[in-house]
């Protein structure tokens, strides 16, 4: 990615704002200005654009984003093709497999949840629509990887490393291109607790036409219901029957 020679230092203390904003959940003037190290007058003054413009909300001396950019984020997902297209597939693994059942496309090297849906079995855990992750740790990520361009694969790996989420987690270069030749091979991604510990997770990309990668399609399981034959060849040719059926919806819509 170039880097921009030429920011616009407001719009990017904005941002930083917003972020902090979601990071301390609701803040005052004074929190926020001490979590972000910016002056009180400059964190006033940003909050009071924004307030305006209905992007956060006060109530009292605190400040929360406002659902503004719920309608921004909402209506980004929904012109997504992976999203219009593989939403049915989903929601059909989820009930089939009765587990958790979710999307994952790309951006700027980092793996963003489009879609969860949970079947009536399914484990809660830490994730949910629009969440950003490392995609080295897990099967969603690792699935898109494998089929990325070498150099943005590098260029990833050089901006993020490799950050160990748990024992589990793949660490080595080496180590994670020879599991990119495996994936390619079987078609199929596997996570083994390498980001949620007890949790394992089956993948596989969705590729268009063109043969770019597009995202990927998971079921997700506790390690209890997910092992022997039901994770390592039940559930991948439910995922890959899936892939396959977003890939055609996509190539001949």
Same mark, same amino acid.
């Given at each position: ?134 995609? #080295? ?5 690792? %699935? *898109?990887?494998?089929?990325? =361009?070498?150099? @943005?694969? &590098?260029?990833?790996?050089? /901006? ?48 268009? #036409? ?5 995202? %990927? *399609?998971?079921?997700?399981? =506790?390690?209890? @219901?997910? &092992?022997?034959?039901?994770? /390592? ?21």
């Amino acid at each position: 990615m170039t880097e921009n020679k030429w920011p616009i230092r407001s719009v990017q203390t904005s941002l930083q704002i917003t972020k902090g904003l979601r990071e301390l959940q609701d803040a005052t003037i004074t929190e926020l200005a001490e979590h972000l190290g910016i002056p009180k007058t400059t964190v006033f003054n940003h909050l009071k654009t924004l307030e305006e413009e209905e992007f956060v909300v006060r109530t009292g001396d605190s400040y929360r984003l406002g659902l503004r950019y719920l309608e921004l984020g909402e209506s980004a997902r929904s012109r997504h093709v992976l999203f219009q297209k593989a939403k049915p597939e989903v929601l059909k693994l989820a009930q089939e497999t009765g587990e958790l059942s979710g999307i994952s496309t790309e951006e700027y090297g980092q793996g963003v949840f489009l879609f969860i849906t949970a079947g009536e079995n399914a484990v809660r855990t830490d994730t949910r629509t629009g969440m950003r992750v490392y995609l #080295h740790t897990f099967a969603l990520g690792k %699935a *898109i990887l494998a089929y990325t =361009p070498e150099q @943005r694969v &590098k260029w990833i790996l050089d /901006r993020f490393g490799l950050p160990a989420m748990t024992p589990n987690t793949i660490t080595d270069r080496e180590t994670l291109f020879e599991e990119f030749e495996t994936i390619r091979a079987e078609g199929i991604a596997f996570d083994d607790e390498e980001r949620v510990k007890g949790l394992r997770t089956v993948a596989a990309p969705i590729i268009t #036409h063109n043969e770019r990668v597009l995202g %990927a *399609i998971s079921v997700a399981a =506790p390690t209890s @219901r997910m &092992k022997n034959e039901r994770f /390592r060849k039940e559930i991948p040719e439910l995922v890959k029957n899936a892939a396959n059926v977003v890939e055609l919806e996509i190539r001949y819509s």
